[in-house]
């Protein structure tokens, strides 16, 4: 069973994220203006094309239907995916807090250079001139693979930010206060959090699945477009499948980040008791 989150998430991630998941590409919004359904201005061709015509023509009305039903059902996992992320990024925040006020020092989690090309995924935009129905579906892969971008962006954020905790963790094996705690001092002010994160997707106890199985419609096509816009479509199904996956193993990962922070932070210091987190 999917997870369904109550789309009352939704203003606070449109607030997030105001340049995508905004303007919806299944309205007549600005970006696909005058290609609706409504004002088509390219009907379908009167002649019966020949065998190599039909390889090369735009695809037609039906076929630009056919795509544009199998793609509008994709937004809603991929908004799900980035609901889902901004919880657990208000989980790793919390657990890096914990571990801040413990040790009195931020945690280095965005130094650069590090999984700089962690997941490069995203569909690259083909170099030729497509005719305007091809044009119009494209477009529509277009935006979503943009939306994908950011959902393992901030994939990346989250688990950078885990990292980081761990990091802390386990290179300090004398405790919080380090190896000599009569020394230590406090590198500013890190106050505990005020509430914990109370999401039912973080209980262990309930584990709720957030791995999607999306089965691609898999067809072939008599047509080079068609054929194109097929396999993008394929691979975005597919990418949205394997970062519900990925979503997935990095909550049980923060489970256990949790885990070992609680341990570390109960820890006296001045003792060595190295804790491995990475
Ligand atoms: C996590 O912390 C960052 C940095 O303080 C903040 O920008 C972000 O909004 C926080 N995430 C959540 C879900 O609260
Ligand atoms: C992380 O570091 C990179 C490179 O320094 C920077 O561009 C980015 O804004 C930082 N992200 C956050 C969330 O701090
Ligand atoms: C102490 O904090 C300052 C700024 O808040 C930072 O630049 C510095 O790196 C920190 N020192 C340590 C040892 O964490
Ligand atoms: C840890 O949190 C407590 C409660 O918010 C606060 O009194 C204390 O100063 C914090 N420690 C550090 C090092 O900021
Ligand atoms: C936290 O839990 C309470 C009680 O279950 C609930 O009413 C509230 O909406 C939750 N808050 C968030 C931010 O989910």
């Given amino acids: 069973m999917a997870l369904r989150l109550t789309l009352s998430l939704l203003p606070a991630l449109v607030a997030a994220e105001p340049v995508l998941f905004e303007p919806n590409p299944f309205a007549s919004g600005q970006q696909l203006r005058g290609q609706t359904e409504d004002s088509d201005p390219f009907g379908d061709a009167v002649e019966e094309p020949g065998p190599s015509d039909k390889w090369l023509r735009d695809i037609s009305t039906r076929t630009k239907n056919h795509f544009k039903k199998l793609l509008q ?3 809603n996992p991929i908004v799900q995916e980035y609901q889902v992320l901004t919880i657990l990024d208000g989980y790793v925040n919390y657990t890096m807090q914990l571990v801040s006020n413990a040790t009195g020092h931020e945690v280095v989690w965005n130094r650069t250079g590090r999984f700089l090309s962690e997941e490069p995924r995203a569909l ?25 971008e950011v959902v393992w962006n901030l994939k990346t954020i989250v688990d950078r ?10 290179s300090s094996p004398y405790g919080p206060h380090g190896e ?7 590198n500013g002010s890190f106050p505990l959090p005020t509430a914990a994160p109370n999401n039912s997707i973080l209980l262990q106890d309930k584990t709720i699945n957030l791995v999607f199985h ?18 993008d479509y394929e691979s975005l199904v597919h990418n949205i499948n394997d970062a519900s996956q990925k979503i997935s193993d990095l909550r049980t ?23 491995d987190a990475n």
């Fill in 73 to 75: 059902p994709l937004q």
């Fill in 124 to 148: 690259a935009p083909r170099k030729q001139e497509l005719p305007p129905r091809a044009r119009y579906i494209n477009k529509i892969l277009i935006y979503l693979n943009k939306e994908m």
């Fill in 161 to 170: 930010k885990r990292w980081g905790v761990g990091n802390v963790i386990t």
């Fill in 180 to 186: 000599h705690p009569e020394r230590w001092r406090a």
């Fill in 214 to 231: 999306i089965k691609p419609d898999v067809e072939e096509h008599e047509n080079k477009y068609a054929t194109q816009l097929q396999a």
């Fill in 253 to 275: 990962r923060l489970w256990k980040m949790e885990d070992f922070a609680k341990q570390f932070i109960a820890l006296p210091s001045g003792v060595w008791n190295k804790i």
